[in-house]
């Protein structure tokens, strides 16, 4: 048993938040939201499932947007290509499991295995995949 979650929006890499204690950019700052979206739109959508102690496993697939710049023909083959440019996968989860602490589970430490995915998508989205591991 699990769950799945598909959360529509554009992925975004963890950003350095504070130095000092102050916010470094204007990146931190839509990092912030970018991280509440992703609350608001699980809270809305989980409907009470939680993982209170015990081991987790997540499946995580980023779908990327396609380039603007790239050619029709290029683009329509791009769906399902894998995204190997920035934002680094480990970046990508660090903000997702961020987002889930106190909502999907207790705290991200639970998380005992992850497989991460980003790939090229029409419509730029994160889907999640939460199960408790035997």
Do not use: C
């Amino acid at each position: 048993m699990g769950i799945n979650l598909s959360i529509p929006i554009e992925p975004m890499g963890a950003v350095r938040m504070t130095q000092r204690g102050k916010f470094t950019s204007r990146s931190a700052l839509k990092y912030l939201g970018y991280k509440d979206f992703i609350k608001l739109h699980v809270k809305n959508g989980a409907k009470g499932t939680f993982f209170t102690d015990g081991p987790i496993e997540v499946t995580i697939t980023f779908h990327m947007p396609i380039p603007a710049s790239w050619s029709k023909k290029r683009r329509a083959a791009a769906a399902g290509i894998y995204h190997i440019k920035k934002p680094d996968a480990d970046n990508l989860v660090k903000g997702v499991f961020d987002s889930l602490n106190g909502i999907i589970w207790k705290d991200d430490n639970q998380v005992a295995k992850v497989t991460a995915t980003k790939l090229y998508g029409k419509t730029p989205k994160i889907e999640v995949f939460i199960r408790e591991l035997e």
